[in-house]
């Protein structure tokens, strides 16, 4: 089967192209697709060939690997997040003892804790 990778892929209308290892431009439509995968540029994939109204069509693709997400790529070296981890930590055990003596941060604190709560939870699941 030949290989290639996702040359183009628009996730709203359902179709792209991949860029065979061969040099053949091959139409991708959303059905072809295995279900629940998703794809986007580099993607690397496996698929059949027939030839449609238009050219050369996938069939029964198979993703192979995906592109390294931008997320992953700009994320904190492990040792870096490991400090902020217990940064945080620290935070939250003192919020916590707040909490337990019946009061809740002051706003502009509390949104602070969720903002930084939220960007270490997109790190950790890039």
Known sequence: MPTGRVKFYDE???FGFIAGDDGQEVFLHATALPAGATVKSGTRLEYGVADGKRGAQALS???LDAPVSLARQRRMKADDMAVVIEDL????????GDLRHGHY??????SKVAAVLRRVA???DA
């Open 61 to 63: 693709v198979r993703v």
């Open 122 to 124: 997109d790190d950790l």
């Open 105 to 110: 941060p002051a706003k502009a604190q509390g």
């Open 89 to 96: 930590v620290k935070l939250l055990d003192k919020i916590g």
């Open 12 to 14: 709203e209308k359902g």
